[in-house]
């Protein structure tokens, strides 16, 4: 059984950083794509980052490009999403996904996309 379990969110100051860090186990993540979702209270969950199996290749929602940098060391079995320059509207429960199936990681913007999530961690920007 695949599961994912987010950490390393919390309460920042507008321009801080946090790392977030998605542990996996029960699958083999070398053959996953990997994705990091939010979901601020009252919107949709929407598309942060996603990376592909080997963590060649990302991709980024327009809204965080720049600012954060999703990254995996599948040794680890782990998924990293590190987050500068941080503004109040990023505050939102962060999710980690997995799917096995994704082929282009282009078209993984969509939480339907993905079959696997964790229960997310909370991220809280201050201004």
């Known amino acids: 059984q695949v599961q994912l379990v987010e950490s390393g969110g919390g309460l920042v100051q507008a321009g801080g950083s946090l790392r977030l860090s998605c542990a996996s186990s029960?699958?083999?993540?070398?053959?996953?794509?990997m994705g990091w979702f939010r979901q601020a209270p009252g919107k949709e969950r929407e598309f942060v980052a996603v990376?592909?199996?080997?963590?060649?290749?990302?991709y980024y929602a327009d809204s965080v490009k720049g600012r954060f940098t999703i990254s995996r060391d599948n040794a680890k079995k782990t998924v990293y999403l590190q987050m500068d320059s941080l503004k109040p509207e990023d505050t939102a429960v962060y999710y980690c996904?997995?799917?096995?199936?994704?082929?282009?990681?282009?078209?993984?913007?969509?939480?339907?996309?993905?079959?696997?999530w964790g229960q997310g961690t909370q991220v809280t920007v201050s201004s």
């Open positions: 996904a997995a799917d096995q199936r994704i082929g282009s990681i282009v078209a993984a913007t969509k939480p339907a996309v993905f079959a696997s």
């Open positions: 029960g699958l083999t993540i070398s053959t996953y794509v």
């Open positions: 990376i592909n199996r080997s963590g060649s290749s990302t």
